[in-house]
């Protein structure tokens, strides 16, 4: 551990579970980059990823966004790639872009594509698969509706999976935010991870939860002060 990480984690008290806003100064407190740090929330979750039907995947839009730019690759033609360049899509086209990607081409961060789209995009499942980056309908990212995808992606949309652990990881933004953007932010994804609850989710649902920065301490959050259950 460096000398920097060591000194941001005696700022956190090792086994206690603080209110969420709480945790977000101590997180802006303790960063100990000179960059901008990302924000992660982890999420320990009571499923059974093994089981198809426990499976929790879902889309959030961040209200305060993330804190970066994001760069949208749109497979569309005619009237809807016209619609994707007027969304603010970064790269618009079919077969091209194809082509471009499987000669090693890959600086984008989202890709959208159209239905009439996948048999094209699809060849290219073995690239962009692994990299989490092959469009999918269950995210919203296989649609008509590229103007929407398009913008929600630009305004902080994030998606998540669960693991093969049973843990959800999901940045809610920067250091740099206020601990009141943060905190909305995780909110939000709190939120939509407690909709996306599968029914064959049995006893406590959100068993952990902890926020860290990209370099510094993990901090837990006490789970009652942000659910229900």
Known sequence: MGKKYVEAQKKV??????????????????????????????????????????????????????????RVLVFAKGEKEREAREAGADFVGAEDFVEKIQQGWLDFDKAVATPDMMGLVGKLGKILGPRGLMPNPKLG?????????VKEIKAGKADYKVDKAGNVHMPVGKVSFSPDALTENAMAAIDS?????????KGKYLKKLC??????PGVKVDVGTVSKQ
């Not at 990823?49 to 959030?60: A, C, F, L």
């Not at 991870?193 to 989710?201: E, H, N």
């Not at 926020?211 to 510094?216: A, E, K, P, R, Y």
């Open 193 to 201: 991870l407690v909709k996306a609850k599968p029914a064959t989710s």
């Open 13 to 70: 008290e090792k086994d206690r579970e603080y209110p969420l806003k709480e945790a977000m100064s101590l997180i802006k407190d303790a960063a100990p980059a000179k960059f901008d740090e990302t924000v992660e929330l982890v999420a320990r979750l009571g499923v059974d990823p093994k089981k198809s039907d426990q499976m929790v995947r879902g889309t959030v839009v961040m209200p305060h966004g993330m804190g970066k730019p994001v």
């Open 211 to 216: 926020v860290s920065s990209t370099m510094g």
């Open 141 to 149: 990212t296989v649609t008509f509706d590229v103007g929407k995808a």
